[in-house]
């Protein structure tokens, strides 16, 4: 009869010691995996001068104040460039959970700007995983500048401006993220027949993550068919420089080619060139403001 | 010796029945962080957590990423910089009422309980002590309690320019809504 009770012990201490085990088990057996959605592919709405594919969330208000300053290779009269800056200013609203919408002025050819970034598909894992967060950008462009030949017949058309974007976005790991945007861009007016109305681009960008801070940004647009800008060569433009943030800020240090800050300006009308110092150092800061709750 | 051997069986079979369990998937944990700069707020209403009323055993499971901030930055900080949800999804705690005799699972009323177990957030586990209260109503088991924790404790770094904004001390509040859990 001994081994019996042994057995019966030996279940009782089995059973007891299961049950202790599995508290935590039972709770992941009756969890369901749920969609993850990854989040902060980039700190800010840019990645340097292009932008990336986040938005604010609904109820955010960004507001940016982007400067660059004139050419490294300018001097130390002009004190490497920092006497001479170029601004841009930006309001710029999340609305929904998938749509974001902003308007600026910058002082390039005195220019107001209008934009809607649009989610289309968000990175995940978990029970849908999806490869790649997906926006679309399109925004439109207002110069304001005196005509250049005022006697002749100027349309308020000829101002115009547009600009469509996909930006395609993966966060590989927490550090490191990159971007590939196909762009087109249409200028209603060109300055000679030899700029094309139309511009084809195709833009590369990436981040990697130095610290949970601060991290360092490339960003590099291809145009395909560049054509010239009045008697101007024109250049892609090569941005790099560091996001750092605290708290509501981002601040964007950025060294570029280009010296404007937005897509059809630094597509379409970049005339500096890295490697002969037309390097402008700039920078975007960006304070957030909560509007709705 | 068999009239010994029918009565642990019984005992077994008695133990078996009535080792009870209560579950949620659905508890509320919320931090609050207060400074004279900004009072910071979080809430989670996706906490699991089950209740083995026979030993006294209490589990909570938290998804870090469930945890909704008024401002979306605070989450998307809290997330990325603070918790680092990615590297570290949840938060779980492993414990013990210690002075499971003084309730009475039987008797709807209010008891207070000590709780202590292991706190592991952050790829941190500390060793905590709280006080609550488990509610014994005619549906299910109640379970309440307020403490406070430091992050400091659990690696979580905070940067000299936000240091005032963030409180040394987080007060943790956790209420719960258990119901029985049928065996399988």
Known sequence: MKPLICIFFFFLFFTSAFAQEDLMDMINDRTDEEINYTSATFKSTRIMNGHSVEKMPPGQLDFRISHRFGTLNSGLYEFFGLDQSSIHFGLEYGILKWLMAGVGRGTYEKTFDGFCKFTILRQSTGSRVIPVSVSMLSSVAVTSVKWASPERTNYFSSR??????????????????????????????????????????????????????????????????????????????????????????????????????????????????????DIHFGFNISRVFTIKK | MKRLSIILLLISLFLVAEAQKYMTKNGYIGFFSGTPIEDIKADNNQVASVIDISTGEIVFQVLI?????????????????????????????????????????????????????ELNMHDVTNKISVNGTIEVTSGGINANSKFNIAPEDYKIKIPSVVRNNIAKIIEITVTIKYSPVENK
């Open chain 2, 65 to 117: 990423k469930s945890f909704k901030f008024e401002k979306a930055l605070m989450e998307e900080h809290f997330n990325e910089n603070y918790l680092e949800s990615d590297k570290f999804p949840r938060s779980t705690f492993r414990g013990k009422i210690t002075n499971l005799s003084t309730v009475d699972f039987t008797r709807p009323g209010l008891y207070d309980v000590k709780v202590e177990g």
């Open chain 1, 160 to 277: 115009l401006s547009y600009v469509h974007q996909l930006l395609i976005a993966r966060k590989l790991n927490q550090a490191f993220s990159v971007q590939i945007a196909p762009t087109f861009v249409h200028r209603n007016l060109v300055a000679t027949e030899f700029d094309h109305n139309d511009l084809y681009s195709i833009g590369a960008g990436g981040r990697v993550k130095l610290s949970n801070r601060i991290s360092f940004n490339a960003e590099y647009y291809y145009t395909v068919n560049q054509g010239s800008y009045g008697s101007q060569a024109l250049y892609n433009p090569l941005s790099v420089g560091f996001d750092i943030e605290t708290g509501g800020h981002v601040f964007q240090l950025i060294f570029t080619n280009s010296l404007a800050m937005i897509e059809k300006d630094f597509i379409g009308e970049t005339t500096g060139k890295w490697i002969n110092g």
